[in-house]
């Protein structure tokens, strides 16, 4: 399940047994250990100490664990440090983070060669990447659908310096040797992509057998349609495990809510322009903003979403820090607390 000599290293408590988080469902959670898949949940002490939701286990962890494997059940004592983590905004009204998966090495970027391809996508799938402290590995997939897959690769190249690319087709095989090659043992994989764009075809062919259900799209629009699978961790015939949670696969539409995947670089560049450093381009003299609106060069509609945008994203910041301040509040409180306890 990706163990391996840094996990040994990091164990402590030798009584304990280590299990990877394969599945995780209102803090119930299935364990993969040595003794077979257990269910666990998280002692009473550990609940005690958790201040946040990212204290708790999430898919991925290697977790240490008191087993009784005769009952098929398991307690968490400990969560092993973690190595990268993928997290989003947990769903409704909140800024609370979510957790989406943690421990992977490494990311394929799956993008496909229609009209998919979207080279602000790729930086921030880069960029988010970067930030979980895991790899990045770029698959061009639909290979076979584009006339000049060479030149979409330069392009690719000029924004992920030094990352690797690699031109996949699942149609013909192209590639699929050469992703291979990117999994090393005991190395944890994730795949991360729009909808549509071959992810359960490359795991497909990585699998080597039909092991998640790939689904149809229409091709004319590049559209995909919406299925669900389950969160699920799955061993490679040859080695590595791979990470294919729905969340996973669902993180870049995060970005889209909050406004992130439309680019403003235009309207900034003219914002530029403005006699006024802090204009707020609604009435002040010299607005380069207004007269680019007036004169056709930015549409009405662009700009009053740009604004939206901004709105929302100074919102979002507010709400984090006081959301931070509170956590950080609470955290010292628990930490005073236990102090006193501790010298009563
Ligand atoms: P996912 O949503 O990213 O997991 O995409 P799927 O693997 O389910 O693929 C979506 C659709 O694209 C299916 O109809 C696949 O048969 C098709 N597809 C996947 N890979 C390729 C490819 O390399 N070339 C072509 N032409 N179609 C592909
Ligand atoms: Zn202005």
Request: proline residues 3%.
């Amino acid at each position: 399940m990706g163990w391996n000599q840094d996990w040994e290293n990091k164990i402590s408590k030798t009584e304990l047994t280590p299990g990877r988080i394969i599945t995780e469902h209102k803090h119930i959670y299935r364990i993969q250990t040595e003794q077979g898949l257990l269910i666990g949940e998280v002692s009473g002490k550990f609940r005690h100490q958790a201040i946040s939701r990212e204290d708790y286990p999430a898919v991925g962890d290697w977790v240490m664990a008191d087993i009784r494997p005769e009952e098929g059940k398991a307690t968490i004592h400990e969560i092993l440090p973690r190595i990268s983590k993928f997290s989003r905004k947990a769903p409704g009204d909140t800024t609370e983070e979510q957790i989406v998966a943690v421990n992977i090495d490494t990311v394929f970027l799956v993008m496909a060669l229609n009209q998919d391809f979207n080279l602000r996508r790729l930086e921030r799938y880069l960029l988010s990447t970067w930030e979980s402290g895991a790899n990045p590995v770029v698959i061009l997939s639909k290979a076979d659908l584009c006339l000049d897959p060479g030149a979409k690769l330069a392009e690719a190249e000029s924004v992920a310096m030094g990352v690797p690319i690699t031109i996949t087709s699942a149609k013909n095989g192209t590639g699929i040797e050469e992703v291979k090659s990117y999994i090393k043992e005991g190395m944890t994989i994730a795949v991360m992509g729009s909808s549509g764009v071959g992810k359960s075809s490359i795991i497909n062919s990585l699998l080597g057998e039909e092991r998640m259900l790939t689904h149809e799209i229409r091709e004319d629009d590049g559209k995909g349609k919406h299925t669900t699978t389950h969160r699920e961790l799955l061993l490679l015939p040859e080695q590595g495990v791979i990470i294919d949670t729905p969340g996973m696969r669902e993180l870049q539409l995060w970005e889209s809510e909050s406004g992130l995947s439309h680019s403003f670089q235009d309207i900034e560049q003219i914002a530029e322009q403005c006699q006024f450093r802090d204009c707020r381009h609604e009435s002040e003299p010299g607005c380069a903003i207004s007269r680019a609106i007036n004169n056709g060069e930015i549409d009405q509609s662009r700009f009053d979403s740009y604004v939206k945008l901004q709105r929302e994203l100074a919102y979002l910041e507010r709400k984090t820090n006081k959301k931070e301040q509170l956590l950080e509040k609470k955290k010292w409180k628990k930490i005073s607390q236990q102090q006193k306890a501790h010298y009563r």
